[in-house]
T-cell receptor
Framework: GAGVSQSPRYKVAKRGQDVALRCDPI?????LFWYQQALGQGPEFLTY????????KSGLPSDRFFAERPEGSVSTLKIQRTQQEDSAVYLC??????????????FGPGTRLLVL | EDQVTQSPEALRLQEGESSSLNCSYT??????LFWYRQDPGKGPEFLFT???AGEEKEKERLKATLTKKESFLHITAPKPEDSATYLC?????????????FGQGTILTVHP
């Protein structure tokens, strides 16, 4: 079946612009995760949802970052007033749930954000 | 704070030359250790989950093992198509599987 999809795949923004990154999880997956991956590094956790509830947003680097999943399916990561240090690949993952046997996170291809 | 360290940072092998990648972790209450493979320009692809020390999982030329302090990914007779970045991640603490903490990855190159 279809995997996790993300759009756009590439985004170039001028410093100070707002951007919105979209994630479509695997159908039936109730948990959804966002990670940020800098060049040459492993992914770093940003936030995650169980259905529409945001259970942990401890990884969001500043109040310029905001994530939502209003209907418990598609999620949007919004970055306001982008800065050059926001340049990275933003990865979305989804899983069946948060308990053993359902916890495997499947990743999308990522959105590569470049802030000029 | 959970910490995951992978070594070596990069590994170059000849086709057929077996080796191992290391993932050392310091966490409070390990719930699971995960191995992923990541090809350039793509998202991580799930390989294995290990839940407790002594556990082993195998898939084709890959075998993952787990102790109380580290995990190894053994690659037997690798092929050029095994070239990728291998990521290790842990889920720890709490009562459910939420965020993953990743290591920085090992870049594996297999030459024909």
């Amino acid at each position: 079946g279809a995997g996790v999809s993300q759009s756009p795949r590439y985004k170039v923004a001028k410093r100070g612009q707002d951007v919105a990154l979209r994630c479509d999880p695997i159908s039936g997956h109730v948990s959804l995760f966002w990670y940020q991956q800098a060049l040459g590094q492993g992914p770093e956790f940003l936030t995650y949802f169980q259905n529409e509830a945001q259970l942990d947003k401890s990884g969001l680097p500043s109040d310029r970052f905001f994530a939502e999943r209003p209907e418990g399916s598609v999620s949007t990561l919004k970055i306001q007033r982008t800065q050059q240090e926001d340049s990275a690949v933003y990865l979305c993952a989804s899983s069946l749930g948060l308990y053993r046997g359902r916890e495997t996170q499947y990743f999308g291809p990522g959105t590569r954000l470049l802030v000029l | 704070e959970d910490q995951v360290t992978q070594s070596p940072e990069a590994l170059r092998l000849q086709e057929g030359e077996s080796s191992s990648l290391n993932c050392s972790y310091t966490v409070s209450g390990l719930r699971g250790l995960f191995w992923y493979r990541q090809d350039p320009g793509k998202g991580p692809e799930f390989l294995f989950t290990l839940y407790s020390a002594g556990e082993e999982k195998e898939k084709e030329r890959l075998k993952a093992t787990l102790t109380k302090k580290e995990s190894f990914l053994h690659i037997t007779a690798p092929k050029p198509e095994d070239s990728a970045t291998y990521l290790c991640a842990v889920a720890a603490g709490g009562t459910s599987y939420g965020k993953l903490t990743f290591g920085q990855g090992t870049i594996l190159t297999v030459h024909p």
